[in-house]
Nanobody, 123 residues
Framework: QVQLVESGGGLVQAGGSLRLSCAAS????????IGWYRQALGQQRELVAT???????NYADSVKGRFTISRDNAKNTVYLQMNELKPEDTGVYYC?????????????????WGQGTQVTVSS
């Protein structure tokens, strides 16, 4: 089991910046992929950015060049630096951790979610 706690959301004007944090209860080294998703009102949840354990970062096209995902292994924390924010970035941002496990019944991916943090960008 992994618990994820997000923080850093808020209200900001278009063009502004915010930094989201996601603190994991387990070592980040035990998490295969960790990242951020968001969900706007009435919309489906969508990927924003992820960091695999041994790979390169991945971003949604809509945030490339504006958002940066990073991790602090010592603090078991993942960050999302959001610059040049736009009204369409408004939504609830969720931290997600994916852990791959192999057991007697085979292998499986387990998904863990934080409670979400609201980001509102005014025009």
């Amino acid at each position: 089991q992994v618990q994820l706690v997000e923080s850093g959301g808020g209200l900001v004007q278009a063009g502004g910046s915010l930094r989201l944090s996601c603190a994991a209860s387990a070592s980040i080294f035990s998490i295969n992929v960790i990242g951020w998703y968001r969900q706007a009102l009435g919309q489906q949840r969508e990927l924003v950015a992820t960091i695999p354990k041994g790979g390169s970062t991945n971003y949604a096209d809509s945030v490339k060049g504006r958002f940066t995902i990073s991790r602090d292994n010592a603090k078991n924390t993942v960050y999302l630096q959001m610059n040049e924010l736009k009204p369409e970035d408004t939504g609830v941002y969720y931290c997600n951790a994916k852990i791959f496990t192999i057991g007697e019944r085979g292998s499986t991916w387990n998904d863990y979610w934080g409670q979400g943090t609201q980001v509102t960008v005014s025009s």
